[in-house]
T-cell receptor
Framework: TQLLEQSPQFLSIQEGENLTVYCNSS?????LQWYRQEPGEGPVLLVT?????EVKKLKRLTFQFGDARKDSSLHITAAQPGDTGLYLC???????????FGTGTRLKVLA | DVKVTQSSRYLVKRTGEKVFLECVQD?????MFWYRQDPGLGLRLIYF???????EKGDIPEGYSVSREKKERFSLILESASTNQTSMYLC?????????????FGPGTRLTVL
């Protein structure tokens, strides 16, 4: 079974701090997505990265896909309480419709 | 806006009962998915369907079955509920566009089996 390991599992930081979440696997993916999930809701897509080495920015969030397409990172600059939530990465297995989800990082940003 | 709805937000059932979880999407999506979400394990794929009456097993299909008689509706069935099936169940759909497709999720059904 393919695995996507996320680290850290939990993160509690003060407003204004920076943070990085990592998503690692031994498997190669066609693409990798990051989702954010808030309590009582389903995950919502933040970004999709497709090309090895690709970097995408979404306001204060920066996403990177590893050169070998096996890992990814999410960096948040100057975190705000509104960034609080569960962050999930999901890799698309080549030649399939199947997504493998990471174990999740629960972020809490304190005002 | 894409909308994926699930029949119940919370459900409490007894061991041995047959349980039906319904999911409906309104965007004419080809693919539909059922996942379960447990703390520390992320989302695990139970089944997915790429067309009406077509289905494929995911990573953890044991104890579950599915039905897709209409394109917009995908049902998850627990034939005989057990306590280890207590979990959050999430339905999702997408168009099937390669590589960049967005999965749209419903709000989830939190199932408790007593």
């Amino acid at each position: 079974t393919q695995l996507l390991e996320q680290s850290p599992q939990f993160l509690s930081i003060q407003e204004g701090e920076n943070l990085t979440v990592y998503c690692n696997s031994s498997s190669v993916f066609s693409s990798l997505q990051w989702y954010r999930q808030e309590p009582g809701e389903g995950p919502v897509l933040l970004v999709t990265v497709v090309t090895g080495g690709e970097v995408k920015k979404l306001k204060r969030l920066t996403f990177q896909f590893g050169d070998a397409r096996k890992d990814s990172s999410l960096h948040i600059t100057a975190a705000q309480p509104g960034d609080t939530g569960l962050y999930l990465c999901a890799g698309l297995l080549p030649g399939t419709y199947k997504y493998i989800f990471g174990t999740g990082t629960r972020l809490k940003v304190l005002a | 806006d894409v909308k994926v709805t699930q029949s119940s937000r919370y459900l409490v059932k007894r061991t041995g009962e047959k349980v039906f979880l319904e999911c409906v999407q309104d965007m004419d999506h080809e693919n539909m998915f059922w996942y379960r979400q447990d703390p520390g394990l992320g989302l695990r794929l139970i089944y997915f369907s790429y067309d009406v009456k077509m289905k494929e097993k995911g990573d953890i299909p044991e104890g579950y079955s599915v039905s897709r008689e209409k394109k917009e509706r995908f049902s998850l069935i627990l034939e005989s509920a057990s306590t280890n099936q207590t979990s959050m169940y999430l339905c999702a759909s997408n168009t099937g566009t390669p590589f960049t497709d967005t999965q749209y999720f419903g709000p989830g059904t939190r199932l408790t089996v007593l």
